[in-house]
Every structure is written in C-alpha cells, then in structure tokens.
C-alpha cells in the first residue's frame, strides 16, 4: 500500500508542478515539492499511524 500512497503523491507533485508554473527555475519548484510531499507524508504517518518508513 505505501507504493500506492507514494505513487498518488508523485502525480500530486507533477500536478502542482504544472500548475505553479509561474515560478523562477524548475529546481526551486521540485524542492518546495519534495518539501511538501514530505510534510504531508509524515502527517498520513502520524495521524493514521501508517509505517512508510
């Protein structure tokens, strides 16, 4: 299941790579992505208790 939830994140990230297309350079926009897929994947973790890691 957690492949399946890393997945679904990954295409969330895609999406709001293209929709915040407005931004300076591709590198800032994957980190603030990476920082935000990470953020909402340890809050999944210790909200409903799944063991990603």
Same mark, same amino acid.
């Given at each position: 299941?957690p492949? &399946? &939830?890393? %997945? &679904? $994140? %990954? &295409? $969330?990230?895609? $999406?709001? $790579?293209?929709?915040?297309?407005? /931004? +300076?350079? %591709?590198?800032? @926009?994957? !980190?603030?992505?990476?920082?935000? *897929?990470? +953020? *909402?994947? /340890?809050? %999944?973790?210790? @909200? !409903? ?5």
């Amino acid at each position: 299941m957690p492949a &399946l &939830l890393w %997945l &679904l $994140l %990954l &295409l $969330l990230v895609i $999406l709001l $790579l293209l929709i915040t297309n407005r /931004e +300076k350079t %591709l590198i800032n @926009r994957l !980190c603030q992505a990476v920082t935000l *897929v990470d +953020k *909402v994947v /340890e809050t %999944l973790v210790t @909200r !409903c208790g799944f063991s990603v890691y």
